[in-house]
């Protein structure tokens, strides 16, 4: 009997100190997003960011006005040219399409990796000031409450206002 009454009283030791060490936990949230939209160097990145790609735009926006200028007169001379003339002509227009979609391709690629280019170090700093704010305000866990980030309750600290202070925005 002494034994079962030990047994139970460890158990309850333990339960009560697993109930105070999760009563302990403190959860924070914050909208990442929002944040790294707010930076300034993200506003910086995105300017950069979209002058790339005007300049990509432009040129190939030049090699379509080609094309169309070509098919256009293709269209019209049709009827005046051979049918080998014609024929090559076909093949020139489908090289020059061919030549712009693999312009477009290589206009994407290149975009998405100045993108990443331009934002991990921004991330980076970003999540670097969450953890330097949470853990001074004693946070054992933040999470983030941008949409689509899978939050379903956000009644704990927002951390927006002391990590922006802490990036100096």
């Known amino acids: 009997m002494k034994e079962i009454k030990k047994v139970l009283l460890v158990i309850a030791f333990v339960f009560g100190a697993v109930i105070y060490t999760n009563a302990q936990t403190k959860v924070a949230h914050i909208n990442t997003q929002e944040l790294i939209s707010a930076m300034p160097e993200m506003k910086a990145a995105k300017a950069q960011f ?5 300049s990509l735009g432009s040129d190939i926006q030049a090699s379509v006005t080609e094309y169309r200028n070509k098919l256009t007169q293709y269209t019209n001379e049709a009827s005046t040219k051979t049918a080998t003339e014609n024929e090559n002509r076909k093949k ?3 090289e020059l399409e061919t030549r712009i979609q693999e312009a477009q391709a290589s206009a994407q690629k290149t975009a998405e990796t100045k993108y990443v280019d331009l ?5 980076e700093k970003a999540l670097a000031a969450i953890q330097k704010v949470a853990r001074a305000q004693g946070f ?20 927006m206002d002391a990590v922006k202070r802490e990036l100096g925005i």
Do not use: F, H, R, W
């Open 92 to 94: 020139e227009l489908a």
């Open 119 to 123: 934002t991990k170090p921004i991330q």
């Open 50 to 54: 979209d002058k790339l790609q005007q």
């Open 140 to 159: 054992s866990y933040v999470l983030d409450e941008t949409p689509g980030s899978g939050l379903l309750l956000a009644d704990g600290t927002n951390l």
